[in-house]
């Protein structure tokens, strides 16, 4: 059965590479390969062993390409901004649109999980014995922030790190008050910045056969038995995820960027669908600035909003699924919630997105620090982990989307969104 599954996706492979040849777009094969990988999985469930390799393959290269395009990328934006003042006001309207996200994302929480009542007369037993995920000090999550050893955090793709000594070279090219003598690094940094994007270019057009492979083999191991007792939060998870990625995210592009959203809801879904797929905020980052940059934003605040939007804000892990654990607890446990405690809910998911940043195994760190802030038994959130690596399927996304939303309304709201190219 694994040999015939692969066969089975080797022939999609075939259909896929027809349909490029014939000229369809790209985005309706990566949604043909999303129909079919689920398809597949669920013909072919429990034997996608000889599958998920094409998958991980896809996955591994995007993830080794992050961390140089990332570096490249930010002391170009940096440099290219020209004084500090630039930067800040880029770096401030970004982190702005971001905390929107995450704030809109647990309400929308909220209001789902009231609305689907997840919690109320569930029968659960607090496991007592679970190892409980460790959350790191506050002032080592500010120390982890800067670099210490910067090749390590290259190899270990740790971004933010990154995203921090990229931008310091960039101030300290900015500094330099003989520009002429750093045009040679500059010059290199610009080339390189180049030559990354093309290897971005290269890599995503294998998107479809990656999708197809990663969601067949997502959808072919799911255990079903193990995530039917949770399945109403599975089912507020994605509703919740979706919702914001579909619809809330329209709404601030139009308020906050005073755009017609839709293309934008067109042309980021390859992106949205590979980071649905790859399950990689990080990961995903090549896409998410690829697809900016072809709508119209600038390189600058594209590659900016996308490498800050998978550490900070991230509605997705940081909002809606510690909200969602928050209210079944709260419903299991017959506890009165009012609108103080809900106010101080939107507070604490909105801080700790960026107290975590970075931090490996973000959603359950992230919800580990809100249960742990709101006084709630920490033990919920391993309660969840039969379902968890599901939904991470929609959280991942949302970020995504998120991150790729905070880059266009930047750009329209500094007035450098290529209006023609984004409403071509």
Not at 360 to 366: D, F, K, L, M, W
Not at 368 to 379: F, Q, R, W
Request: charge should be negative; include cysteine.
């Amino acid at each position: 059965m694994n040999w015939l599954a692969l066969l089975s996706v080797f022939v999609i492979f075939g259909l896929l590479h027809y349909m490029n040849k014939k000229g369809v777009s790209f985005l309706v094969r990566v949604l043909t390969a999303t129909f079919l990988g689920g398809v597949i999985g669920l013909i072919f469930a429990g034997h996608t062993e000889y599958v998920q390799p094409i998958g991980r393959i896809y996955a591994n290269l995007l993830r080794a390409v992050v961390t140089p395009l990332l570096l490249f990328s930010v002391i170009k934006t940096v440099v290219s901004l020209n004084d500090l003042e630039s930067l800040s006001s880029i770096g401030g309207r970004t982190m702005a649109a971001l905390s929107v996200h995450n704030v809109l994302g647990t309400i929308g929480a909220i209001v789902f999980s009231l609305l689907f009542n997840i919690g109320s007369g569930a029968n659960v037993t607090i496991p007592t014995d679970a190892e409980i995920a460790e959350v790191p000090a506050f002032t080592d999550t500010i120390i982890s922030f800067f670099p210490s050893n910067f090749i390590g955090h290259m190899a270990e793709n740790q971004v933010l790190p990154v995203i921090v000594f990229a931008a310091l070279i960039g101030v300290a090219i900015l500094l330099v008050d003989d520009r002429e003598s750093v045009a040679p690094f500059v010059s290199f940094i610009e080339a390189g910045d180049k030559v990354m994007f093309q290897l971005v270019s290269i890599v995503t057009k294998f998107t479809p056969y990656a999708v197809l492979s990663l969601i067949a083999n997502r959808i072919g191991t799911m255990d079903v038995e193990s995530m039917q007792s949770l399945l109403i939060v599975l089912v507020t998870a994605f509703v919740a995820t979706f919702f914001h990625s579909f619809v809330t995210t329209t709404g601030i592009n139009a308020v906050l960027g005073k755009v017609n959203p839709m293309p934008f809801l067109k042309k980021f879904m390859p992106a949205w669908l590979i980071g649905f797929s790859t399950q990689s905020s990080t990961g995903a980052i090549p896409a998410n600035v690829e697809a900016q940059t072809k709508m119209g934003v600038p390189d600058s605040v594209a590659s900016f909003a996308a490498s800050i939007g998978s550490t900070f804000g991230m509605p997705g892990c940081a909002a809606i699924w510690p909200t969602i654990i928050v209210m079944f607890t709260v419903n299991a446990m017959n506890i009165n919630y009012g609108i103080t405690d809900y106010l101080q809910l939107i507070l604490i998911c909105l801080l700790v997105s960026a107290g975590t940043a970075g931090v490996p195994g973000v959603a359950t760190i992230v919800a580990t620090s809100v249960m742990t802030a709101l006084g709630l038994p920490v033990e919920m959130v391993i309660l969840m982990t039969p379902i968890s690596a599901i939904v991470d399927m929609g959280r991942t996304a949302t970020n995504v989307k998120a991150a790729g939303s905070a880059g266009l309304v930047v750009a329209a709201q500094t007035d450098a969104l290529d209006k023609d190219l984004y409403y071509a």
